[in-house]
């Protein structure tokens, strides 16, 4: 398992593509910097007045952008054969998915985490809004979120082992599966929506977080959908590695 | 004394309906270099598949060491499936690396050992992508050779390479076997080449094997005729009608005589042109190439 983690992280350090994406990100937070700094100034619409709401849309386009960009990273794994290493080299299974899930996910996580501590923490201290009363549980449950998008993300990829598939996960899982069924629940469903219904998304997730309308309740609920969705991902991969459906 | 270090026992592989590998059994001795031959779709390709774990198989077993394991393998083997697996946005180097911390082989100087063994040193630094075909086959021999490995299971290798290129693999791998008493199964399209590397040969068809043959058994078979040249060859003729009742004979074009009779006495038959006093020009057993000899248990023109 250490190997695993270690030629992961290896690769990861060496890939064009990541070298690629961490550049962007720098371009794009430098270029999105003076918006963060007073978003009021910048943002005529209703959106700019609820800074929470504008970092809600920051953070739904940062975890589509970088699950994009994960989906391709592992897609390309499986593309190039290089995942078929692992397999000749005798890994157990259970080892190769554990082991490339939680070391690309915490990796891509707190790539993804450290432009979303900005996002929130910049306008926040700069216009004084008291956006957060409980700073570290706020920004820990955050992680978690991201971590879970990370991790999910590695696990759906792993599961299509294609690259085309894998880089159109953001969109599918983060955009239609999460956002689509959200606003129909929202309009047809209203009570529903306002109970457990909408705690796999991950928007409403973090709607609930910077909003601070979370409760002890809520929290529960989203970590058991994570842990749902995480372990029917797991099954259903490692049912794809015992197919054994190599290229 | 030889150890059998592969042994495949009716090894099965069905996709839906259709068998691909059907009861194929293989026995490969250590440090031997067999040459998997066969048509395409044969199944060459699965069987070296399911050997390093990367398909399932739908019955039969495989031992490798003496030891059963259907797809298990380890550090003692390794493998070269298709095309050679390798990130093309790193470099030789790195992608050395990455299966040199897979491995856990702690041993830096290894890579470079490794990449100037199969001539990439100059370009250890460079990215797959600019690689040529050859160059990228000579580094997953490379990636493949990290572990010191005890069996080397290599799908084409030589695919894509200059006739240089072939050579040297060929020497490499001869030098693998004889030096590190490597166990080597390969299979290849080229069958001049295998010829002149292999120490045994199956030839599997429609998933089945149809024969296991020693380079030396396959030496003997192939040697059907000898081949003889002389200063008057129609009087030579005459001469081994008369004094060896030869009949099963052809005179070329060339004024080649072949004979395919008296395979086992053939110093009986240049001694008798010699006392006649004919000057022999040529006189050599000759038989059938690998290419022939297999095709004429395959029955087909694609291998």
Known sequence: MYNLIKAELYRLRHSGLYAFFMFVTAIAMAALLPIMMNPKEYIKADLASSVFTFSQVLFAMIVLCTTTVLGVYVGTLYNNRMANYEVMNGYPTFKIITSKSLSLGFIHALITYIPMMAVLLIPALKNGNGLIEEPVKMFIL???????????????????????????????????LDMVPTVIIVEEFPKLAEKEALNISISQQCMSLVRETYDQRFILWVVLSMIVESAILFGLVYYSYTRKKFR | MTTTIIKLNNLTKRYGKATVVDNFNLEVEQGSICGLIGPNGAGKTTIMKMMAGLTNTSGGTMEFFGQKGNGITSSRMSFMIENPMMDINMTARQNMDYIRILKGIADPKKTEELLKFVGLSDVIDKKAKTFSLGMRQRLGIAMALLSDPEILVLDEPVNGLDPEGMVDVRLMLKKLSDERNVTILISSHLLSELSELCTEYAIINGGRLVEKISAEELLVKCENHIAIRTDNINRTVALLEEKLHIKNYKVYRDEELHIFEQLDDIALVSKTITDAGFTILKFVCEGASLEEYYLSKVGGNNV
Not at chain 1, 147 to 176: D, E, P, Q
């Open chain 1, 142 to 176: 955050l992680f978690v979120i991201i971590l879970h998008c990370s991790i999910v993300t590695v696990l759906y990829s792993m599961f299509f082992k294609n690259l085309v598939f894998a880089s159109l996960l953001g969109y599918v899982r983060f955009g239609i």
